[in-house]
DNA sequence: CGGCACTTTGATCGTGGTCAATAAGTGTGG
DNA sequence: CCACACTTATTGACCACGATCAAAGTGCCG
């Protein structure tokens, strides 16, 4: 991990403005949109820009959880270590999002840069002392909030009542959403993901991933683009089979 | 549903203070633990106290968000209706926690009494006011939340990584230690859900919940206490094949 | 007592996990 | 530039866990 000095590197990360912050994934989504220009200023003076290698990882389940991690660009995930070894992930984070907020002492999960991830860090303390000035950051944040536990409920109904097949599609008209939020048109998506990744992350095994990508590209409704890319040719079949549409075929 | 009027419900339902709301089962996790009386005072006058019978539906998946509920005493769950009529359970709720909290102006999913209830309304309107005046009151809830979103993704990790054994160790473990926090003692556990409840909370069927539980109960690791609640005679057990500590058995 | 909802247990079936072999990329050093 | 090792992806064969279908059994309330 590389600290590149603080910059300003949260109004970077965050801002919402028109105007501001050209290359940034979080532009529309960011934590501090909605947020007037002079909170965001000093918000940023607290932060700390931090660059991420794939495959690093962000912070580690157990760990002390001091800081929380502003992303900038670039895709992470959130993953669950069980004792015997099992592993799990929770989540795949991106540009505009904010992890590491804890509810104890200790990091009750780990995060792993999947892609080269910028990010920006800041502290706890500090954060509690942004929220003591600025109100509307915490109802910024606490609104991040409730959304993530939405989408993780969301996750939640599809492990226990989809098949794999609903799940991958589920997967992917995710991941496209998450990716045209960031203001990133057009139909070809990189997973930045591996098999094994997107099975840890869905339940499944990584051949179960494989099969049902291979069934979704022999259908026409998926193409590869290069290595790690798809294109998405028909999202309307997609959603059918993904959001509990389909009784899993009679 | 029944409103009984504003008797200083939050007080009663929320205060973490000794010596005050005896009887209520909130005392030690509610919402507002931790804040001042005075607070507590005017965030009771904005609520209203209300009543379910089990079964009664608190708010339903599409309805308008406007208001949230404080849980008294009583169970309740949350539960996703999918478009095809599956349904799935996001989680129970009990004493102390809050509900209805949604990041879209549409409750996401709904919630369900399944014990008779008692709980506090607010509005929406009323407790962003209220958090105007009293940050304190909404760091606390922005507590609430990330916890909730804690325990939200520990769960995802069961259904995506638990073997239907384990999960149903698992969920008897945490009703345990949801009523232990509580300040209910003893060994015994009301469930309050039939087997069809527990199968959509576990992302398992009805049958596959009941032939778990006979298994458990004939290794001697839970005993019947009258009809819908059980005494759990081994607990080391139960957390052994609850944990990710058992590779299933080999 | 009858009716009804819930539970238990059994028999069978199918989805997805497991094990295994091959293929396709990717990076390194000669 | 190719040989080699190594990781990731694909596909196949088989199997097990849990779903499904079915039928008693139990408890509760009118």
């Given at each position: ?46 932060g ?18 001091s800081?929380?991690y ?33 509810p ?95 099975g ?30 798809v ?5 309307k ?14």
């Open positions: 991990m590389t600290a590149l000095g603080a910059v300003r590197p949260l109004i970077d990360a965050l801002c919402a403005r028109p105007g501001s912050c050209e290359g940034c994934e979080a532009r529309r989504t960011g934590v501090c949109a909605s947020l007037a220009p002079d909170i965001l200023a000093e918000v940023s003076d607290a700390e820009r931090v660059v991420f290698a794939p495959r690093e990882a962000i912070f580690r389940q157990g760990e002390r959880a800081q929380i502003i992303l900038h660009n670039g895709t992470a995930r959130l993953t669950k270590l069980l004792p015997d070894g099992r592993q799990a992930s929770v989540g795949f984070r991106f540009g505009g999002d904010a992890v590491g907020l804890s104890e002492a200790e990091h009750h999960l780990g995060a792993e840069a999947l892609t080269e991830l910028v990010a920006c860090r800041i502290n706890q303390d500090d954060l509690s002392n942004l929220f003591q000035r600025h109100p509307a950051l915490q109802s910024r944040l606490m609104q991040l909030c409730t959304r993530e536990l939405a989408t993780t409920q969301e996750q939640l109904v599809a492990l226990a009542r989809f098949s794999a097949e609903e799940r991958v599609a589920a997967f992917l008209l995710s991941l496209a959403e998450a990716r045209d939020r960031r203001g990133h048109p057009g139909p070809v998506y990189d997973l930045a993901a591996t098999r094994a990744d997107i840890e992350l869905l339940g499944l095994t990584l051949e179960t991933v494989s099969r049902t990508l291979s069934k979704f590209r022999r259908r026409g409704w998926t193409r590869p683009a290069g290595s790690h890319a294109e998405l040719l028909d999202r079949a997609l959603a059918h089979s993904a959001f509990g549409h389909a009784p899993p075929c009679p």
